[in-house]
């Protein structure tokens, strides 16, 4: 994982409100990234820096390609303001959700919207290496127009034999033909595409209703859910621990009372809460980005005391040896002091 600036070189749409961007790297150097992985980009948007994480969908070896739909916010401003020439700063490659962790004789991967990008890595990965492993790739839209890569899914399947498609639009508009699947994804239906879900290596990505109803598809199949693999890059959430005023200490047990020092600053939190919500309680920020330890922008370090760290793959060994954690996933169990690593 590296810090690097990333120059936009190209941009097209893929429908009607997703665009794929390419960027070349300005600075740093690129580090080798598996198929899945991801980037946190810095955006300069008009209201201050604000920091996503998008799944690159370029193959290793290509261009760092990255595919965008406008949800508002940060994603607007991309496809408003990043055109050639704009440059960002990023941090990675970072995560764990790619195949080249999971080899398997056959897999399954199932998508729900912008959850393709990581799909066609993987796929891409697979074209590109030769490899003949049977896969079913699924992917759902709200429409057979908002589709994403189909002419490209079109040519890999005719390259990769064992590869079989299935698209599910949840509806087709009135006086439009459309022959293939459609609605909602079911036990029943995805019993129809892939019969043996349940012995497949499987990966999902879309939003977060969409995993839970695959996942528990996949369960009640009889799946090994150390087989099923998910991966969600929402905008960050807002905190949820509990509010614990310095005022009210004397009704909390002394051994639930955490002293946080972050920047110099004194905070009181409560053992368990999440160091990113007892940080952002106390009206100082943290940037983030994926909120679930992966994409690794949340990185801080601790000079006195320490942390309980759930991290995902967005911090390495070496950073861990050094002090460095990841605010988003680490839990107050002592005093500790903490200040800001160095981040773009």
């Given at each position: 994982?590296?810090?690097?600036?990333?120059?936009c070189?190209?941009?097209?749409?893929?429908t009607?409100?997703v665009?794929?961007?390419?960027?070349?790297?300005?600075?740093g150097?690129?580090?080798?990234?598996?198929?899945?992985?991801?980037?946190?980009?810095?955006?300069?948007?008009?209201?201050?820096p604000?920091?996503?994480?998008?799944?690159?969908a370029?193959?290793p070896?290509?261009?760092?390609?990255?595919?965008?739909?406008?949800?508002?916010?940060?994603?607007?401003?991309?496809h408003?303001?990043?055109?050639?020439?704009?440059?960002?700063?990023a941090?990675?490659?970072v995560?764990?959700?790619?195949?080249?962790?999971?080899?398997?004789?056959?897999?399954a991967?199932?998508?729900?919207?912008s959850?393709?990008?990581?799909m066609?890595?993987m796929?891409r990965?697979?074209?590109?290496?030769?490899?003949?492993?049977?896969?079913?790739?699924?992917?759902?839209?709200?429409t057979?127009?908002?589709?994403?890569?189909?002419l490209?899914?079109?040519?890999?399947?005719?390259?990769?034999?064992?590869?079989?498609?299935a698209?599910?639009?949840?509806?087709?508009?009135?006086?439009?033909s459309?022959?293939g699947?459609?609605?909602?994804?079911?036990?029943?239906?995805m019993?129809?595409?892939?019969?043996d879900?349940?012995s497949?290596e499987?990966?999902?990505?879309?939003?977060?209703?969409?995993?839970?109803a695959?996942?528990?598809?996949?369960v009640?199949?009889?799946?090994?859910?150390?087989?099923?693999?998910?991966?969600?890059?929402?905008?960050?959430?807002?905190?949820?621990?509990?509010?614990?005023?310095?005022?009210?200490?004397?009704?909390?047990?002394?051994?639930?009372?955490?002293?946080?020092?972050?920047?110099?600053?004194?905070?009181i939190?409560?053992?368990?809460?999440?160091?990113?919500?007892?940080v952002?309680?106390?009206?100082?920020?943290?940037?983030?980005?994926?909120?679930?330890?992966?994409?690794?922008t949340?990185?801080?370090?601790?000079?006195?005391?320490?942390?309980?760290?759930?991290?995902?793959?967005?911090?390495?060994a070496?950073?861990?040896?050094?002090?460095?954690r990841l605010?988003?996933?680490?839990r107050?169990?002592?005093?500790?002091?903490?200040?800001?690593?160095?981040?773009?």
């Amino acid at each position: 994982m590296g810090e690097l600036r990333l120059v936009c070189k190209g941009r097209h749409n893929e429908t009607a409100d997703v665009i794929t961007f390419q960027f070349d790297v300005e600075e740093g150097v690129l580090g080798a990234h598996r198929p899945g992985q991801a980037f946190t980009l810095q955006l300069p948007c008009p209201g201050g820096p604000e920091y996503r994480t998008f799944t690159i969908a370029s193959d290793p070896g290509s261009e760092i390609e990255i595919t965008v739909k406008n949800q508002g916010g940060a994603t607007r401003w991309m496809h408003e303001f990043l055109h050639p020439g704009t440059s960002v700063r990023a941090l990675g490659p970072v995560g764990n959700f790619s195949i080249a962790h999971h080899f398997a004789p056959k897999y399954a991967l199932i998508s729900g919207g912008s959850g393709a990008t990581p799909m066609m890595s993987m796929l891409r990965w697979l074209a590109k290496r030769g490899e003949t492993v049977d896969v079913v790739y699924i992917h759902a839209s709200r429409t057979p127009a908002d589709i994403l890569f189909e002419l490209e899914l079109k040519k890999l399947d005719c390259e990769m034999s064992n590869l079989r498609l299935a698209y599910i639009p949840t509806t087709v508009p009135l006086g439009q033909s459309w022959t293939g699947y459609s609605g909602h994804i079911d036990r029943k239906l995805m019993s129809l595409i892939v019969p043996d879900l349940a012995s497949r290596e499987t990966f999902c990505c879309g939003p977060a209703g969409f995993m839970d109803a695959v996942e528990k598809i996949f369960v009640a199949e009889g799946g090994n859910p150390n087989s099923f693999h998910t991966e969600d890059f929402g905008p960050p959430r807002t905190a949820q621990a509990e509010v614990v005023p310095t005022e009210a200490l004397n009704i909390i047990a002394s051994s639930d009372a955490i002293q946080l020092t972050f920047e110099n600053k004194e905070i009181i939190a409560k053992r368990g809460d999440l160091l990113l919500d007892a940080v952002k309680k106390a009206g100082m920020i943290i940037p983030t980005g994926c909120t679930q330890g992966v994409c690794g922008t949340c990185r801080v370090k601790v000079t006195a005391g320490d942390v309980k760290m759930n991290a995902q793959g967005g911090i390495s060994a070496k950073e861990e040896r050094e002090g460095y954690r990841l605010a988003c996933c680490s839990r107050l169990i002592e005093d500790v002091v903490v200040k800001k690593a160095t981040f773009l």
